[in-house]
Structures are given as C-alpha cells and as structure tokens.
C-alpha cells in the first residue's frame, strides 16, 4: 500500500523589513511611505520670542544649536536617509539611534544616553475614509531642544503648533522636558480619538448582527478590527511602560514639576490600554457573536422544516394506505370516502398546528 501523500499549504513569500546581514547602526529606511525631500519644521521660542522656519535643508537646523530658546525641529519624510545622517551626525546621536530612527517596525522605547533621551512612539489615526494609518515617530530630546522624527507630512501636532505660537497654556513658559511632554499628550489624546472610532465601528457590527439579514462580508470587517485592535495594543501598551519610566528616572533633562504633568498623562495612557483591552474582547466576542448569529438562524429554518415534515408524515401516510391497489379495501366503495379522507386529512393537520402552538414550537 502506498503512503498517502500529506497536502501542504503554500505560505505567501514574507519580504524582510531589514536584511539580515546588515551591520547595527546602518541606516536603511524600512518604511513605505516616500517623501521626495526632507522637510523641516523649526520652531524656536521662549516667554518673549518666537520664530518659526519651514525649510528643505537640513543645514538649516544646524543654525539653532546655539540657540538660547527652546527649539523644535520637526523633519518630515525618512526615506532620505543621508539627509538624516548627516543631522544624526551634526547633533551627535548614536549610530544605533539614527538607524531606530528609519526603522518604522521598531518597537516603542526610551533609550536614555548623558546627553538627551530617545523616544520611539506610534502615531495612530484614521483617515476620513475609516482607514488605519500607524505612524512611526521618533523624538530626541536635549537640555534645550526636542527633535521629532516623521514618515511623512501630516500629525496631530497643531494644537500645540497654535498654543506655540499665540503663547496659550504654559509651554512658551517651560523648557524642552516640558515640550516632551506636550508632543506625547497629544499623541495620548489622539490614542482617545482612535478609541471612540474603534468603539463606534463596534457597535456598528453588533447593529448589523441583530439584523434580520446579515451581511456575508461582516467576517471581513470583523477580521479587519481584529488586526487594528491588534496594532493598537502593540503601540498604547509600550508607550505606557515607556511614560511611567519617565516619571521614574533620575535625570537632569527632566524637572520635578514636569513629572507632575508626566504622572498625569501616565493615568490617560492606562485609561487608553484598560479601553483597549476591553474592545479587544469585545472584538474577540463578534466574532462567537456572528456565529451563534447564524446557527440561531439555522436552528429557526430547520425547526420549520421539522414542524412541516411532522405534519405532513401523517398525511402521506394516510394518503399512502389508500393509495394501495388492494381489491378488497372496504373504504373504497363508501360513497363519500373521498371526502371523508379530506375531512380526516384537515382535521389532523389542525389539530397538530394547534398542538404545536400550545407547546410554543410555533
């Protein structure tokens, strides 16, 4: 006898995200979005003084390392990587900075170094056509500087940008830790915008679920809130660890009273991963739902078709019995047997409706 040949699977060919054979700290962009120039966004200030400088020229920057204010320097697009090494380089930052900085599937951290701290975070929206978008963003923060690290144009940063720019609140009054923060609360409060469109298309499926006709494409939308849910938690999760880090250590880039506002926003971002994991097994959960959905409706088909076949199993036998070509068959002779088995049939039918409506099968 023959061995039965085992059927296997063809697994779609995975491209790596980063060759393998590369030395650490080489700068290779991993992502998919490309900027045809690098563009900078600098923004300096203080109580009395403002200055803002769009710019395509990363040598512009270099102007502000002096700079007795505090300064923003927001570079947008990461697939030049040369432009980004040569600011790397100018500013001083570890090799193996400059190559987290171009790698998008790095995970959420904090490096800390003498100098000034590293931050890898997500950027997490959607698009006005409900599609998910994850940004990779990365900040380096100094005595007096913070620079931020962007895929492309386009943040959740003009909030700040306006209270920057006409002195509200108290950022025009604190220093570069102070701005830290800024940038990560408003990343934190858009993590609250995500989660009230991820719980409105929640509750969009459990509405089409209870609908008489369910759609045949809701696995789909399902399957697809499962993986955005999914990468949700990947970025709210080490973001978490990584602000209640800040709030720990022991630094001079940080001052005390800026650890308040830092303890804050470490109670919105387990608000956010406590939302999260409850729409998680929410989602987990429509899944079952779609399902016992569908068997309830089998089960309601199938118990018509039982109820109509164990009304019409005596009728068929009774129209079978005179359907017989026996000779002798004394009801065959009556004048109005014919009408008799009617009458028989009808009342058999009516009475098993009726008892099956007292039973509440019907």
């Not at 395509?56 to 697939?79: K, Q, R, Y």
């Amino acid at each position: 006898m023959t061995a039965r040949k085992k059927r296997r699977i063809k697994l779609p060919k995975v491209k790596p995200s980063k060759n393998r054979n590369e030395v650490p700290g080489q700068v290779t962009y991993t992502g998919k979005k490309e900027a045809a120039v690098t563009k900078l966004e600098i923004i300096d200030y203080s109580k009395d003084h403002y200055k803002r400088l769009d710019s395509e020229n990363i040598e512009d920057a270099f102007a502000f390392e002096s700079s007795e204010h505090v300064t923003w320097i927001n570079v947008n697009g990461l697939n030049n990587t040369k432009e980004i090494e040569r600011l790397g380089d100018y500013y001083n930052l570890h090799p193996l900075i400059q190559e987290d900085i171009v790698t998008t599937n790095q995970r959420p951290k904090m490096d800390e170094y003498e100098d000034y701290l590293f931050i890898v975070f997500k950027m997490l929206h959607y698009t006005d056509d409900g599609d998910f978008i994850n940004e990779h963003v990365s900040m380096v923060v100094g005595h007096n500087y913070v620079t931020t690290f962007q895929e492309a144009d386009g943040d959740v940063f003009d909030g700040l940008r306006d209270r920057i720019e006409n002195s509200k609140g108290r950022v025009r009054q604190k220093g570069a830790d102070y701005l830290m923060f800024a940038i990560l609360d408003a990343i934190v409060d858009n993590y609250f915008s995500v989660i009230e469109t991820l719980s409105a298309k929640i509750e969009f499926i459990e509405d089409q679920l209870f609908q008489d006709k369910v759609e045949e494409d809701i696995t789909h939308d399902i399957q697809t809130l499962k993986k955005e849910i999914l990468r949700i938690r990947r970025a709210v999760v080490p973001l978490r660890e990584i602000i209640n880090r800040i709030e720990k250590i022991d630094t001079a880039l940080i001052e005390n009273r800026t650890k308040n506002y830092i303890r804050d926003l470490y109670d919105n971002i387990i608000q956010v991963s406590e939302s999260v994991d409850i729409y998680r097994e929410m989602i987990w959960g429509l899944m079952d739902m779609y399902m016992t959905t569908i068997s309830n409706k089998m089960n309601e088909v199938m118990k018509v078709l039982t109820i109509m076949a164990s009304i019409f199993i005596p009728l068929t036998f009774m129209a079978g019995i005179y359907g017989m070509n026996f000779e002798h068959m004394p009801e065959l002779h009556l004048r109005y047997g014919y009408y008799y088995l009617w009458a028989a049939m009808i009342l058999v039918f009516f009475g098993l409706l009726w008892y099956f409506k007292r039973k509440k099968w019907l």
